[in-house]
């Protein structure tokens, strides 16, 4: 009879979410969300959020250039999202 909590059985997806997180919240997305495509965004703030971290870094003295590298963005749509 296979093992169930042997992480050797497991999809490496599970086993990778078990060794960062624990065996635990590694059952809990599997129950939460199997069968699910997940993508994760590339950028952690929402766009309205980086455009307010933008202005603010701005206003702090931050340069555009900088600004597009901070936020890995092209300094044109910085440029843009600073006319919002």
């Given at each position: 009879m296979i093992d169930l909590d042997d992480l050797?059985?497991?999809?490496?997806i599970y086993?990778?979410?078990s060794e960062l997180f624990g065996t635990e919240i590694a059952k809990k997305?599997?129950?939460?969300?199997?069968?699910?495509t997940?993508?994760?965004p590339m950028?952690?703030?929402?766009?309205c959020g980086t455009i307010n971290a933008i202005k603010q870094d701005y206003a702090n003295g931050l340069?555009?250039?900088?600004?597009?590298?901070?936020?890995?963005?092209?300094?044109r749509t910085v440029q843009r999202y600073m006319k919002l």
């Open positions: 050797e059985n497991w999809q490496p086993q990778e979410i997305i599997y129950q939460q969300y199997r069968g699910t997940i993508i994760f950028h952690w703030l929402s766009k340069t555009i250039r900088k600004l597009s590298q901070k936020y890995d963005l092209s300094q």
